[in-house]
């Protein structure tokens, strides 16, 4: 991708601890975000990023959809959207076998298929698709996407951002996180199968309660947050559905993002499959460092 490992002239703020009018707030005994006067609907900071292609002929095509939500990047146009999700998804578009059946190499001739990648915002009943304008940055150890798409702030359908914590949380945090189904379970199945709400593009969305099991370094070993220790991956209960993937992690009290879900692992036969995700201080990443400034900039 050839995008990838570029850096961003903008800086992402530091928000480890936002004030009233940008943190997530979670009622204390449901899944919803709680109702807080004059505070914007975290709901409206998610979208759902699909990456589509399709023949010429219109005999086949391939959708990979994934969760997503839009981050506050200082010099961003008024019409436009930075956001955070996942990178397989696209990956997955990429090396379907579609665009490589009949081709003697990875190239797809011009002219033999339409593809692109569309953010879906607004409420379920009235969804309003937005095209990705631009593929700002990837990185690949950390499955991690970033994208811009064109949008109207002044249409219901516009996004507010999410503050971000580019500091590591500790194993045991409270944290709440945005798992989606194409179906919510049947009435009665237990606990899983209640607080799911109508999404975006005909899904169902509902933010799960858990907390921060612990960290891995790229190895695989055991990972602690406050040494120099690389957190490489996050681990984190409940495991996620299929399509969170790229979807926030919240600490539930500090209401900042501090993770993001890339989707389930199986830690050992012992402790069994764990969500599966990566620090958010992996996001800043793909931002310049605050105070820094770039050569391309000099």
């Known amino acids: 991708m050839k995008r990838a490992g570029h850096v961003l002239a903008a800086s992402l703020p530091y928000e480890s601890r936002p004030g009233p009018s940008r943190r997530a707030q979670f009622s204390a005994s ?103 304008s631009a593929v700002l940055s990837a990185m690949h150890r950390g499955d991690l996407l970033l994208l811009s798409a064109s949008l109207t702030p002044s249409s219901p359908s516009a996004l507010r951002t999410l503050p971000v914590n580019p500091y590591p949380v500790q194993p045991g945090t409270p944290i709440r996180a945005h798992f989606v189904v194409d179906k919510p379970p049947p009435p009665g199945a237990g606990r899983d199968s209640e607080g799911w709400t109508p999404w975006v593009g005909g899904t169902w969305g509902k933010w799960v309660r858990g907390s921060v ?37 919240i600490d539930e009290e500090s209401g900042a993002v501090v993770g993001v879900v890339l989707g389930t692992q199986l830690i050992n036969q012992l402790q069994g499959v764990r969500g599966w995700g990566v620090p958010a201080e992996m996001i800043f990443e793909m931002f310049s460092l605050p105070g820094l400034k770039l050569k391309s900039q000099q």
């Open 30 to 132: 449901t899944s919803a975000p709680a109702p807080s006067p004059g505070r914007a609907d975290i709901d409206r900071a998610l979208v759902v990023v699909a990456h589509a292609v399709q023949d010429r002929r219109g005999a086949a095509h391939k959708v990979a959809y994934s969760s997503g939500f839009a981050v506050r990047a200082p010099g961003t146009p008024a019409d436009e959207a930075v956001l955070v999700t996942c990178a397989h998804t696209l990956e997955e578009i990429r090396h379907d076998p579609l665009l490589r059946a009949g081709l003697p190499s990875p190239a797809v001739r011009p002219g033999d298929h339409i593809s692109g990648s569309l953010v879906i915002t607004g409420p379920p009943t009235a969804p309003v698709f937005h095209p990705v």
């Open 213 to 249: 099991i612990g960290y891995r370094d790229f190895a695989g070993r055991e990972a602690r947050p406050g040494t120099y220790d690389s957190l490489a991956h996050l681990h984190f209960d409940p495991p996620p559905t299929p399509g969170s993937s790229g979807g926030p992690i």
